[in-house]
């Protein structure tokens, strides 16, 4: 199994920043893209930002310019930079990890349990 643990939630003023970091642990052979996705209450959850093991990225538009993902595969580790953060943004935000556990193991989607990231003043 991998496990994914977030860290970093809390509660911020509108036009603060906060920096969500995500690290993987178990049994890894290798992890490939990493991603971080939100879920605000009573909306469905949605991507917010993605990165290949190579550094490819790409974000929702609602965020782009002001969130920044960046990941350190030597820690197995991703994280999100949010700058300038709206009321908007507030979501229980979850890290997710496409990655296999062996070298005959079919790869497949890991999801950790959420922070709580609050944007109000």
């Known amino acids: 199994q991998v496990q994914l643990v977030e860290s970093g939630g809390g509660l911020v003023q509108p036009g603060g920043s906060l920096r969500l970091s995500c690290a993987a642990s178990?049994?890894?052979?290798?992890?490939?893209?990493m991603g971080w996705y939100r879920q605000a209450p009573g909306k469905q959850r949605e991507l917010v930002a993605i990165?290949?093991?190579?550094?490819?990225?790409n974000y929702a538009d609602i965020v782009k310019g002001r969130f920044t993902i960046s990941r350190d595969n030597a820690k197995n580790t991703v994280y999100l930079q949010m700058n300038s953060l709206k009321p908007e943004d507030t979501a229980v935000y979850f890290c997710?990890?496409?990655?296999?556990?062996?070298?005959?193991?079919?790869?497949?989607?890991?999801w950790g349990q959420g922070t709580q990231v609050t944007v109000s003043s």
């Open positions: 178990g049994r890894i052979f290798r992890i490939n893209a």
């Open positions: 990165i290949t093991s190579g550094g490819s990225t």
């Open positions: 997710n990890a496409d990655a296999t556990e062996g070298r005959l193991y079919p790869s497949r989607a890991y």
